[in-house]
Structures are given as C-alpha cells and as structure tokens.
C-alpha cells in the first residue's frame, strides 16, 4: 500500500479502534479520526454516556497529533436501525442491529457523508480482508473469539473494497498488550459494545417503550398446558432460555404465535421440536459475488446462525426462488429474523448473508 493513502479511521473511544490509530501511525499513515455520535434521543432508558468515549478518543487523537471529527449520525440511525430493529421485533422476528449498523450507519451513512472524500475507512473490526482474482473478499479474523465477520455480512461490494482491518491478524491479547506498551489512554478499558444501542441498554427497556405491554398464556408445547404468562411476545426470542419467569425449568422458547400472542416452550435438550437442520434465506445477499457461480446448484459451506466462534457445517443449495441450508447437524433455535452467515468450507472467507426464514 502507498504512504499516500488518504485513510479515515473510525474511534470508537475503545481499546481496538485505538490500537487501529497506533498500527497506522506506525505504518506511516496519517489517517484522519471520526468519532460517529449516536445521542440517546433524551430517553432515560439509555443510560448510556458517549462523554468518556469523545474524552478517550480526543486523548487519543493529541497523543498522536492527528485530527478528530465528531461526526453525528443520530437521525440516521434511528430511522435506519432502530426503526429496522422495531419493525422486526413486532413481527416476531429477532433483529440484528448490529449487522444493520455496520452496513447503514458505519458504512453506510458515515461513506456518504465522509468516507466518500477518503481512499480507505479503517476501524477496529475482527475481521480481514483478501484480494483474490482481482477482487477483495471479507475474510476472518485471527482471533476465533473475535471474530466480527458475522455483523458484516451485509455489506457490498464496494463497502468491503474500502475497508482496512488493521487489527483483524492479531489475537485480542495481542491488541492489549499493544495498548499497554504504547501507553493509550483507552489501554485498561474493557471491552465496549461500539455504538450500538441493543448492546448498550436494557432491551426489554427498549421494546417496552415503543410497543408496551400485553399479556399472553406461555404454553407446554407437548401438553398444551398453561404453565404461565408473558408480558408480550416481542420480549421472547425463538431459543431463549432465560427470563420467562417459569419454575421446574430449564425451559425454552419453541414457537411464538404472534396473531395469538402465544409463547410455545419446551423442557431441556433432545426435544425434537427445538431442532432443525435446515432453513431458508429471504432475500441472500453475497458480499463480493458468488463465488460458485450461478450454475453451482449445491456447495459445501460453513455457516453460523448466531454470534458464536463455533461454525457449523453444511450445503448451500440452491432454489429456484432463493437459498436454502442443510446442515450436517441438528441446529438448536434457529430464529426468523437472525442473519444466517455463509463462509467457503475452510471458514477463510465470509461469502454473504441472508435474514433466516423457515
Ligand atoms: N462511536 C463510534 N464512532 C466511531 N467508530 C466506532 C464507534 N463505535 C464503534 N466504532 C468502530 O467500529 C469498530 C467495531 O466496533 P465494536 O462495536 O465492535 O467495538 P469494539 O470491538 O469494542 O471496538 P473498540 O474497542 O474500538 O470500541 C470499532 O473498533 C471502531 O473502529
């Protein structure tokens, strides 16, 4: 890469994005810093101070001498994110704001409004990237725990050819130990949720205020019997295990009627119910392209459904009207809404996403 590259760099007030500032600095850069401010819509249920981060992150800026822009993405991201997020939940899916972030706040509104004027965007992100054939794929990261791959998986084309990971080839230890020998103001901080909001506040919070409250039976999915009562079932998630409130558990959330307001659970494990081993895609979307081609009707992929290090292995088929997944094992709570995430077969590279459906 050429010394002369005009790099804006996303400082989140964290330990990663700081290291990201030092990795470039050392690298000979001089990238330009932002700070993206959210604000919290003068709601006391987000308690959540963006001061320490701006204060972090200005300290940051002068130890290196290099300037700093707070940039406020607050409209877009309520009606872009939070309002995804809303529309969803009330539909009885379960959201990702954090995949809908990345891909309209982070790369999306901040490249329109500045990211545009710069050669490359560089932030704090697990992940990395490959140039293969002529053309940059979002690849992992080195730390599996990390690993940030997931909440990208929405982004283009375009987006991924700008991006720089700098700290995407080192393990998390690696990046504190970083922070610690360079002396960063963010050095003993500890992990950050980044700017988005679900990670920040109480959730139950969040969706109380924009769609209340309203009772429902919680039913034995095999018995049909009564054995409690919810608040709404957009406070439940296909999967969940914690917080319903039950006695004699552990039990999970099997099926949500949302027409009936009806939370459907089950007790323990091996219950046949909670499992599948395959699902569907609305709408899939492949980040570079698809690599296999449009005549390749059936791949060998890895795949994730949620947040975990853990990939599951599986074919990608496809339909005449889509994608489908079989997996080679039994997946437990697979929730509509979710984004499932498809790697190649080695997990090197994440290929694309798609909003699961069943
Ligand atoms: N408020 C923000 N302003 C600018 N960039 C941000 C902000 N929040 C997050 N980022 C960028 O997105 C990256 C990933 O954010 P994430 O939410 O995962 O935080 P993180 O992994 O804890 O990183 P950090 O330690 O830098 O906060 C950050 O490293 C940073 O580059």
New binding site residues.
Partial sequence: MEDNKKIA??????????V?VHLLCEQGYKPSL?????GMDGADYMDCSAEE?IELATATARKYGLPLEIIDLHREYWDNVAAYAIDKIRKGLTPNPDVMCNKLI?FGCFEQKVGKDFDFTA????ATTQIRDGKTWLATAKDPLKD?TDFLAQIDALQVSKLMFPIGHLMKQEVRQLAVSAALPSARRK??????FL?KINYNDFVRRFLGEKEGPIIELETGKKVGTHHGYWFHTIGQRKGLGLSGGPWFVIKKDVEANIIYVSHGYGVETQYGNEFRFEDFHFITENPWGDRTSEVDITFKIRHTPEFAKGKLIREDNGYRILSSEKLQGIAPGQFGVIYDEASELCIGSGEITI
């Fill in positions: 760099a996303l400082l989140s007030g964290g330990v990663d994005s700081s990201v932002f700070y993206i401010k959210i981060d982070k932030t704090g992100h697990y940030q992990d950050s949720q980044g700017i988005c990670g």
